[in-house]
């Protein structure tokens, strides 16, 4: 069945710091993969989508994440965050007509 | 409008209320999706409109649970007989033609939803 996977309920990060959220997903078919993004009191919005081609795909706001067949990983990363990207940071994968979310990573930002 | 709107933005209801929940897509968007959310929880398919065909209804919960969707416009979900556990964000969707999963959605900001 299909699933997606974020390991991580909650990540600290100190603004200016690196980050990256993990997520794995199982499904038998190359992968449609997502990440959004949910700021307070904000809908979702999407950051970046993989469909084919190359691995690693930039998104908004500075955001990338790569595609690991071999993990079945699509972590996202930033190589500086900002206080504004304190927020709930959502995998998807899609299949057929719908899209799986894991559960979510809440980031919070240190001063 | 620019976006998904929802109304209302938050409900509070007593247990064994109906309630009725409003998503207006964007305009010219013919795929609609109905997601719940609850505290903690990541997002939980309800039920998905594509143009004129039959809604795919496989994620509604229980039979208590409806939707409908007026052509390529408005959808109401509507909740019979509230739970406590029926709780939860409710948050809507919608994207372009029939492109399946690779067309983005564009999220709502959802209702929330509050049985007593």
């Known amino acids: 069945a299909q699933s997606v996977t974020q390991p991580d309920i909650h990540i600290t990060v100190s603004e200016g710091a690196s980050l990256e959220l993990r997520c794995n997903y199982s499904y038998g078919a190359t992968p449609y993969l997502f990440w959004y993004v949910q700021s307070p009191g904000q809908g979702l919005q999407l950051l970046l989508k993989y469909f084919s081609g190359d691995t690693l795909v930039q998104g908004i706001k500075g955001f990338e994440a790569e595609f690991k067949r071999s993990q079945s990983s699509f972590n996202l990363r930033k190589p500086s965050v900002h206080w504004s990207d304190a927020a709930e940071y959502f995998c998807a994968v899609g299949y057929g007509d719908k899209i799986i979310f894991g559960k979510g990573t809440r980031l919070h930002i240190l001063p | 409008g620019a976006g998904v709107s929802q109304s209302p933005s938050n409900k509070v209801t007593e247990k064994g209320k109906d309630v009725e929940l409003r998503c207006d897509p964007i305009s010219g968007h013919t795929a609609l999706y109905w997601y719940r959310q609850r505290l903690g929880q990541g997002l939980e398919f309800l039920i998905y409109?594509?143009?004129?065909?039959?809604?795919?209804k496989s994620g509604l919960p229980s039979d208590r649970f409806s939707a409908e969707r007026t052509g390529e416009s408005v959808s109401t979900l509507t909740i019979q007989r509230t739970q406590q556990e029926d709780s939860a964000v409710y948050l809507c969707?919608?994207?372009?033609?029939?492109?399946?999963?690779?067309?983005?959605?564009?999220f709502g900001p959802g209702t929330r939803l509050l049985v007593l």
């Open positions: 969707a919608s994207s372009w033609s029939s492109g399946g999963n690779q067309e983005t959605q564009y």
């Open positions: 409109f594509q143009g004129n065909s039959a809604p795919d």
